[in-house]
């Protein structure tokens, strides 16, 4: 009986040839963990913890430092489904300990930066035509999966597409001369 091979993103992330870095997607309610969340913690870094699904938890598994990671909102609405930032890999794979442990494991994350334009994901779906591998994409396969990897061309095209990141104190000096 024939067997039906498995997409390559369905199981890694494809490896930066360059730099060594794999690319990956984790997806949040924004009222449990938003993106000021992730910026307020100490230093930018907290724990991506609480995921349950076996694929979700293998790709975690599979994060090491420096690994980049797409900062997706999702939400009950078609307007907050939208990546909205950057976070890199701080800690690998860790067992939970004490009341963590229940929930598992996880793995530390620190914020890189906000996109200057999030991107939504009829964007995104938009685009499945017309950038190579956005059809197969997890985020538009698998839409409950959690955390998942990052082809290296999509990773380019939604970093292009969200304009980059914002720079630090950027945001505050448009706002102080909107109030002068």
Known sequence: ????????????????????VQYWLLKTEPGEWSWSDQARAPGGVAPWDGVRNRQAMSSLRAMRPGDRC???HSGAGAASRRV??????????????????????AVDVRAVGEFRNPVPLGVIK?????????????????????????????????CDAGGGLVQDGEGEDEEEEEEA
């Open 70 to 72: 797409l900062f997706y």
């Open 126 to 158: 938009k685009a499945a035509g017309e950038v190579e591998g956005m059809k197969d994409f997890a985020l538009l396969r698998q839409a409950r999966l959690s955390v998942m990897p990052v082809p290296a061309k999509i990773w380019d095209w939604v």
């Open 84 to 105: 909205v930032g950057v976070v890199e890999v701080a800690r690998p794979w860790y067992e939970g300990e004490g009341e963590e442990a229940v929930a598992g494991g």
């Open 1 to 20: 009986m024939a067997r039906k091979a498995k997409p390559a993103a369905q199981g890694t992330a494809v490896v930066a040839a360059a730099t060594g």
